[in-house]
């Protein structure tokens, strides 16, 4: 009789969180191959503001879902579950580990508990809702999802149109909340065993981290990469477009804005980015594994203690250990 496979791995986090430099160490460690969960890595071209890992990581770890789309391509969750299933089964087979790593929380969702479908589109409805931001502005139905739904408000981008829209149109067709009928999808089983881990920093460490990582994109040559992108012939998607930092630098390269008011449009979108995360990871529950990481502390150091959670769940101890959370408290989430 063949052995059961071991569970599928994931390390994920906020963005500029470190996840990459932690899961380099623990891949080598453990024989996995990283299936990358990243909504905007999936693009070819967009090696700056994707964060794109280097290429000396990707000859050192097996790297998957990375630049397989040109930038005027979509790309989805229900794509993302079909992709992964595949790539999950081909790393099976060479008797490797698949480790998901990233921050894309919405494909981790859909893989292991399928998509939330929900009712079906009122074609009606919805061209009276895109008149209605025609004529007033997507902010106006904005408040009216503030008030009618105020989670997933807290969620979505204001300026996100097409999901502000999906959102009133599922409240205004059912009366129910998107945001409750997509609670009642996360207690669906899991199609496989998960260990889940996820690295989380105090506020302040993970805001400084984001600056950093904002300055040195621009410094890297971030704006002559999204002008590159915009003046081809095909220009970008809207999936593609939705990447912080390319969506903030359009009103600068239009003249619109100055260069500085676009760096603190990406910081700021980029933090409310990391909140949400967050949030989507505490609709995960008890089965997330926290792993607290002090300001400075070496990725190798986390990766031991993350390598120690891997291994450990295909040898179970009783949960709780200090390895889990040090050096933050255990089970508490760290300052705001």
């Avoid at 040559?221 to 477009?241: C, D, Q």
């Avoid at 979108?269 to 990871?281: A, F």
């Avoid at 050096?327 to 705001?336: D, I, N, R």
Wanted: charged fraction near 25%; hydrophobic fraction near 40%.
């Amino acid at each position: 009789m063949a052995a059961p496979s071991p569970p599928l791995l994931a390390l994920v986090g906020p963005t500029a969180g470190g996840k990459h430099a932690v899961a380099i160490p623990v891949a080598l460690a453990i024989g996995a191959e990283i299936v990358s969960m990243d909504s905007m890595k999936v693009y070819r071209g967009m090696e700056i503001g994707s964060a794109m890992p280097s290429e000396s990581d990707l000859a050192r770890v097996p790297h998957h879902l990375l630049r397989i789309l040109d930038p005027w391509e979509s790309y989805s969750a229900a794509r993302f579950v079909e992709d992964a299933g595949r790539i999950v089964s081909e790393i099976r087979a060479r008797n490797r580990r698949p480790m998901l790593v990233g921050g894309t929380l919405l494909y981790l969702k859909a893989f292991l508990h399928g998509l939330f479908r929900g009712p079906s589109a009122d074609p009606a409805l919805r061209a009276a809702l895109e008149a209605e931001a025609k004529a007033h502005g997507v902010e106006s139905l904005y408040e009216q999802l503030r008030r009618a739904d105020p989670e997933t408000a807290r969620r979505l981008h204001r300026n996100d149109q097409r999901r502000v829209i999906r959102a009133l149109e599922v409240f205004r067709k059912t009366g129910i909340p998107i945001s409750r009928l997509q609670a009642g999808s996360f207690k669906a089983p899991p199609r496989e065993a998960c260990v889940l881990v996820a690295l989380r920093r105090e506020r302040a460490d993970q805001v400084r981290r984001i600056e950093k990582r904002v300055d040195a994109m621009l410094h890297a040559g971030l704006v002559e990469e999204v002008r590159r992108l915009l003046a081809h012939p095909r220009g970008m998607s809207r999936e593609a477009l939705q990447g912080h930092g390319y969506k903030e630098l359009v009103p600068f390269l239009e003249g619109r804005e100055t260069l500085a008011q676009a760096r603190e449009a990406i910081i700021r979108n980029t933090k409310t980015y990391s909140r949400k995360q967050m949030t989507w990871l505490r609709g995960f529950g008890e089965r997330v594994r926290w792993v607290d990481i002090a300001p400075g502390e070496p990725a190798d150091a986390v990766a031991s203690r993350v390598i120690g959670i891997f291994l450990g769940a295909e040898h179970p101890e009783p949960r709780g250990s200090a390895a889990e959370h040090a050096p933050g408290q255990p089970g508490t989430p760290p300052p705001q």
